[in-house]
């Protein structure tokens, strides 16, 4: 069943990807969504900026309680992918995120994003927690 995160409500980006939460906690997160034809490169392949999109959702999701925190959100202070095999058209996209380190207001997180075949790319997201605007 899936799971509401505040986060989505008013997230444009993570509808058009089709997103579903699968679970949300304070420091985890696990997603899916499946790849459609307008999401794949001129080789079949996912496009590299879908998966980026797909695994930082992820990442946003894990760094933000879903309960809340009154007054401050986290956001992404920076990121790296590595993308490891392809994906295609019509395969499932799961992506599991975690806290590694968080220390004042600074958190290191590690999302692993997989197919039905395997992993599909390793992405590492450093966060900032700021007043919320």
């Known amino acids: 069943m899936p799971v509401i995160h505040p ?4 997230d444009h ?9 699968e679970a949300a906690e304070p420091g985890r997160a696990r997603i899916s969504m499946v790849l459609r034809r307008d999401m794949v490169n001129g080789f079949g392949m996912a496009h590299g900026g879908v ?12 760094c933000n309680d ?22 295609y058209e019509g395969q499932t996209l799961t992506a599991v995120g975690s806290v590694l380190s968080s220390t004042g207001r600074s958190g290191l997180y ?24």
């Open 51 to 62: 998966l980026f999109a797909f695994a930082d959702t992820c990442f946003a999701l894990a």
């Open 66 to 87: 879903p309960a809340g925190t009154p007054g401050v959100i986290t956001v992404a202070s920076g990121a790296d992918v590595t993308f490891l095999a392809p994906a």
């Open 110 to 133: 590690d999302v692993h994003v997989t197919s039905g075949t395997g992993s599909v790319a390793e992405f590492r997201g450093r966060s900032r927690t700021i007043p919320a605007p």
């Open 13 to 21: 980006m993570s509808a058009w990807l089709g997103v579903s939460v």
């Open 7 to 10: 986060l989505l409500e008013n």
